[in-house]
T-cell receptor, first 111, second 108 residues
Framework: NAGVTQTPKFQVLKTGQSMTLQCAQD?????MYWYRQDPGMGLRLIYY???????DKGEVPNGYNVSRLNKREFSLRLESAAPSQTSVYFC??????????FGQGTRLTVV | KNEVEQSPQNLTAQEGEFITINCSYS?????LHWLQQHPGGGIVSLFM???GKKKHGRLIATINIQEKHSSLHITASHPRDSAVYIC??????????FGTGTSLTVIP
């Protein structure tokens, strides 16, 4: 099925552990995004990639790194997880004139 | 700073009622999106609009560019409409800004 595939769906980490969230889209979109969603707050942009090979920081980039491996894939890495990074993470893709398509989300808990 | 404000935050309605959710924004936009998020679930785009009005089934979205305001209407509401509805705007730099969402519960 066409769309945005995000893995894993759930993850529990201990403080200080690292992990990578994977995201892939098959709609040939140039723009890809990583957001976090916390209770009482709107989706906040962590990192953005306008096209293959480019990445830009969003509103809340601290503690995260990203890689735009190719046009399809955009991964988010937590090098040393902290409890403040407990959140639901969404990957999305879009392009001018198109709706945004979202992955199913990753519920991350850092203990 | 809140580029996108939604109201109400929470809404409870009886099945069959007409529902309106409002969205105001403060940035210049290329498009406005209405999204739906079911409990524990992903986010789905309902509408993308840059002017006027769009209709899909029982859902209607309108936008007034001059007033920087949009509304989402649900006619003949149904319990399966229960979800969080999120307003998002895409600025001229292709960035999205999101409201905090309106949690809708429709009671049978």
């Amino acid at each position: 099925n066409a769309g945005v595939t995000q893995t894993p769906k759930f993850q529990v980490l201990k403080t200080g552990q690292s992990m990578t969230l994977q995201c892939a889209q098959d709609m040939n979109h140039n723009s890809m995004y990583w957001y976090r969603q916390d209770p009482g707050m709107g989706l906040r942009l962590i990192y953005y990639s306008a096209s293959e090979g480019t990445t830009d920081k969003g509103e809340v980039p601290n503690g995260y790194n990203v890689s735009r491996l190719n046009k399809r894939e955009f991964s988010l890495r937590l090098e040393s997880a902290a409890p403040s990074q407990t959140s639901v993470y969404f990957c999305a893709s879009s392009w001018w004139g198109l709706s945004a398509f979202f992955g199913q989300g990753t519920r991350l808990t850092v203990v | 700073k809140n580029e996108v404000e939604q109201s109400p935050q929470n809404l409870t309605a009886q099945e069959g009622e007409f529902i309106t959710i409002n969205c105001s924004y403060s940035v210049g936009i290329s498009a406005l999106h209405w999204l739906q998020q079911h409990p524990g679930g992903g986010i789905v785009s309902l509408f993308m609009l840059s002017s006027g009005k769009k209709k899909h089934g029982r859902l209607i979205a309108t936008i007034n560019i001059q007033e920087k305001h949009s509304s989402l209407h649900i006619t003949a509401s149904h319990p399966r409409d229960s979800a969080v509805y999120i307003c998002a705007v895409r600025d001229t730099g292709n960035q999205f800004y999101f409201g905090t969402g309106t949690s809708l519960t429709v009671i049978p």
